[in-house]
């Protein structure tokens, strides 16, 4: 249920009522609630639905392609690792409930709820987009981060194939890139992804935030599974490519295995590992609020406690140096418990190493970019 108190200039606050709703299997939220830039009111008419209709009503995947009018994206934040990033998509069809991304889906007028993961774009013309800014006399380039705000190798990557025009790229251009993503599309590259990382041109980092299963099928419910991603890390690793896992995000009392997580990727062949606290940026919040409610009923409230622990009182903090660690004596204890396991695993002894000096510009038209 929804209700909506909209201010002069149309933005206002969005209270939810959070009760149990009704899951749609194979989707990480329930509806389509509004965003914050949103100007119309939308109001609950109070009518109960048969539970059962609602885990078999059909929520398609719709996908639009999109002109690019530019195609690198870049950042100055002080803890963010990569100066520059691209993202082939918008939305996600993974539908992971924690997913940091979905308000972005508010700044194309669509709900960070179930439009996140059902209405999606594929930015079409990207690569040539990428070549064209690639080819600039005043490029200069550092590791492009491949799908920050999106997964780059969701299920649609298959149809479209955008990543594997961008990674053609990179290995035409000798540019150095990096690959997060917890989607087995990922192996259908995995030549292409092995030449580039024989150039010292890449690294990858398959997220596993955790081994069971059944939590991963509803907290993730469209993207591989914990023992598929563990093969991905051992396939990527026989095939020479740099491989890390990502044990993101740490959510308190639900995935509490980031031991386990490590452990079973560094055995593996992962070498590398980060982590993050939940992050729930605007509309997020309420988003996994609801989760909660749906799927962990009786642990929602302890669980967005703790939280507010890790957060100064609050369901996040977006200061630099804290939005990815949290704070206090519970972030302190996450960070030693990653710490003490990676060291005992020998996990983080070396960077991996995308060397950016091999760097030519792309072609255009046939002929050769002058520096």
């Avoid at 040539?128 to 999106?150: F, K, M, W």
Wanted: hydrophobic share 35%.
């Amino acid at each position: 249920m929804l209700f909506r108190s909209l201010n002069p200039e149309g933005r206002g606050d969005t209270v939810y009522n959070h009760s149990m709703s009704n899951p749609i299997k194979g989707r990480g939220s329930t509806d389509r609630i509004a965003h914050r830039f949103e100007r119309w009111q939308r109001l609950s008419d109070d009518w109960e639905c048969d539970p059962q209709e609602s885990q078999a009503r059909p929520t398609p995947t719709q996908v639009t392609l999109q002109t690019a009018r530019s195609a690198i994206s870049r950042n100055d934040s002080p803890d963010i690792g990569f100066e520059q990033s691209i993202n082939p998509y918008r939305g996600c069809e993974h539908g992971c409930s924690y997913c940091y991304a979905r308000p972005y889906h508010s700044y194309l007028d669509g709900s960070p709820g179930l439009d996140f993961e059902t209405r999606l774009v594929a930015r079409a013309n990207l690569p040539q987009v990428l070549q064209q800014e690639l080819s600039r006399p005043t490029y200069r380039p550092s590791v492009l981060a491949i799908g920050t705000v999106t997964d780059a190798y969701q299920p649609i990557e298959r149809q479209y194939r955008i990543t594997r025009q961008i990674l053609q790229i990179m290995l035409d251009t000798r540019h150095p890139c990096a690959v997060v993503t917890k989607g087995s599309a990922i192996l259908d590259d995995l030549p292409l992804l092995s030449e580039l990382a024989s150039h010292r041109l890449l690294a990858v980092y398959v997220s596993l935030c955790t081994l069971q299963a059944e939590l991963a099928r509803v907290m993730e419910p469209r993207a591989a599974s914990p023992l598929k991603r563990l093969d991905i890390i051992r396939r990527l690793s026989e095939a020479g490519i740099p491989v890390g896992v990502s044990v993101a995000p740490q959510i308190p009392f639900l995935n509490t295995d980031m031991e386990d997580c490590l452990e079973a990727a560094h055995q593996a062949g992962a070498r590398r590992a980060f982590y993050s606290v939940l992050r729930l940026p605007h509309e997020l919040s309420p988003l996994f609020r609801q989760w909660l409610q749906d799927h962990r009923p009786l642990a929602a409230q302890r669980i967005m406690a703790r939280i507010a622990d890790l957060r100064g009182g609050k369901d996040y903090d977006a200061s630099w140096g804290q939005r990815k660690t949290g704070q206090g004596v519970w972030a302190q204890l996450l960070s030693q418990r990653f710490n003490l396991t990676c060291a005992r695993l020998g996990m983080n002894q070396q960077p991996f190493e995308c060397r950016s000096n091999a760097f030519t510009p792309p072609r255009l038209d046939g002929q050769a970019v002058l520096f």
